[in-house]
């Protein structure tokens, strides 16, 4: 990404983890095949995993897993309304999540003799915690004119969430694999033809 549009390392992480969250807690299609969310301790393992490593870790109960796969519903949401091309929406979308989470701002050390600005719930629980960090990620990534980084694969039969952290801002896939796909076909098209 340009330096003019670089996210911090945090947001970069939080908007990464929401997408991953997104993708693997919401139905959908991946590459043509159905997505059916986890449930009972399943979801619990897979949001334990997909958040592991960013920021602290925490092991979530089954009703913060629950609620997490709520905050990564209203998340796809945001996706969807910004690849309509419905700024308006995500933003108000958007808005309701942070009303909801009560994120605030909060310096914290990070590690190397400074500060990070993280977003945190009213309380340091994991739902909360993690409701209001999506929803500030999400923010500041609308805020800061960086909402056409955020989509939805236009892959034929496919809709999972992606983050675009390229230099030329030009990601469509959510992978490569989908990327792989559309050209396959696209090649296979023109031959056809040819």
Known sequence: MT?????????????????RLVNALTPGLDGGRPVTPPTGPALREVVAETVLGVG??????AADA????????????????????????????????????????????????GHTLHFHGPDDTFARGWAAGIAAGLAMAIGGDAG???GLCSAPNCDRAYVDLSRNSHRRFCSTRCQNRVKTAAYRARATVG
């Open 148 to 150: 056409s980084r955020l």
């Open 56 to 61: 602290r870790d925490f092991s979530p109960s």
């Open 3 to 19: 330096s003019e549009t670089r996210f911090n390392s945090h947001i970069e992480r939080l908007l990464t983890t929401t997408v």
């Open 66 to 113: 629950r609620a997490l796969r709520g905050s990564a519903a209203e998340a796809r949401e945001v996706f969807a309304a910004l690849e309509d091309g419905a700024a308006d929406r995500a933003a108000a979308l958007v808005n309701a999540m942070l009303q909801h989470s009560d994120a605030r701002p909060q310096l914290d050390a990070n590690g190397r003799g």
